[in-house]
């Protein structure tokens, strides 16, 4: 690492925002949160969870809405499915459902009003306290052979202050991100943030670093968001929060970049929620094999 902090408490809670509309993928999200769309055959929300749990965060605040109540339901137990399929022997499946209500702690807060992620993030301050945590956003699944949450963790605990993902994107695509200005240090994927900006227009931005959905905060931005101003869309942008917090360090530390450059599957809109489903299937030994001859068949009768 490149500077020396006094270390942090071990990180042990994780947030998790999940009170959007999911207005992209009506009419499916009508009476069912995007959250609980399925990848493959679990719903997104679940790989985002296992994440947490394996860099060692078994502690989860899940940020709600209404209508969310089926997140709920699923890291919950359901003992008259558990029961039914006992008795039919069926200990796989049964393994499955049980194991979502295993995962973790799980705790609910609701956002009253849909102000942006700064203000859902604000939301759990009562919970957090004093604590640095992480917090990871739903729309971007991380693959577990690539372990960037655990690595920004260790960046964290080893230079204090706040720890976001970064990952180099084309530049006429860095508009549809929060980007970050970034120095160089003397490891290869950590890079000190020196300035934020939400969504830049192409021209302006300063650089192609886009941040991505995983973030390892100082619990002073707790107090950063409490008097920022909506911003962009008219929301309560973390970005914005996160650029003061890189501005002057004695807020609540540095913020550092960890630079990803693993396996990322966006399920932010429907093609990539599509291609990211694809992808997943190609990779299970239970489903890749015969998958893949059907998808290379059925790719060669359309061309």
């Known amino acids: 690492m490149t500077e020396s902090h ?3 408490p ?11 509309l999911g207005t992209r993928f009506l009419p499916a999200t009508k009476a069912t949160p995007k959250e609980m769309l399925p990848v493959v055959d679990k719903p997104a929300i679940q790989y985002v969870v296992e994440e947490a749990v394996s860099a060692g965060l078994d502690d989860v605040l899940m940020i709600t809405g209404r209508n969310k109540r089926p997140l709920e339901d699923h890291f919950d137990r359901n003992y008259e499915l558990e029961s039914a ?54 729309d971007d699944l991380i693959d577990p052979r690539d372990p960037l949450l655990a690595r ?15 990952m180099e994107v084309a530049p006429e695509q860095i508009h549809l991100y929060g980007c970050a200005a970034v120095e160089p240090t003397e490891d290869g994927d950590l890079v000190k943030v ?4 939400e969504k830049p227009d192409t021209a302006d931005a300063p650089s192609n670093y886009a941040i991505i959905g995983r973030y390892v905060l100082d619990p002073a931005v707790f107090d950063v968001l409490r008097t920022t101003e909506p911003g962009r869309g008219g929301e309560i942008q973390l970005t914005d929060a996160l650029q003061q917090l890189a501005a002057d360090e004695k807020v609540g530390g540095p913020v550092h970049g960890v630079v990803f450059k693993g396996r990322r599957y966006d399920t932010g809109d ?22 893949k001859a059907w998808l290379r068949s059925y790719v060669t009768e359309e061309m």
Do not use: N, W
């Not at 071990?10 to 959007?20: D, E, F, L, S, Y």
């Not at 020196?194 to 900006?197: E, F, Q, R």
């Not at 599509?274 to 015969?290: H, K, M, N, W, Y």
């Open 152 to 166: 920004m963790v260790e960046v964290q605990e080893e230079c204090g202050g706040s720890v976001i993902a970064l």
């Open 194 to 197: 020196t300035d934020l900006v």
């Open 6 to 8: 006094p270390r942090t």
């Open 10 to 20: 071990r990180i042990t809670k994780a947030v998790i925002p999940a009170a959007g």
């Open 85 to 138: 399929l006992l008795k039919k022997g069926d200990e796989a499946r049964l393994a499955k459902v049980q194991e979502s209500s295993d995962l973790a702690t799980m705790h609910y807060v609701r956002q009253g009003d849909p102000k942006g992620l700064g203000h859902a993030v604000l939301c759990a301050a009562p919970h957090v306290g004093k604590e640095p945590f992480a917090v990871l956003l739903g």
């Open 270 to 291: 429907r093609g990539d929620y599509l291609r990211a489903i694809v992808r997943l299937a190609c990779e299970r030994q239970d489903l890749g094999p015969d998958f």
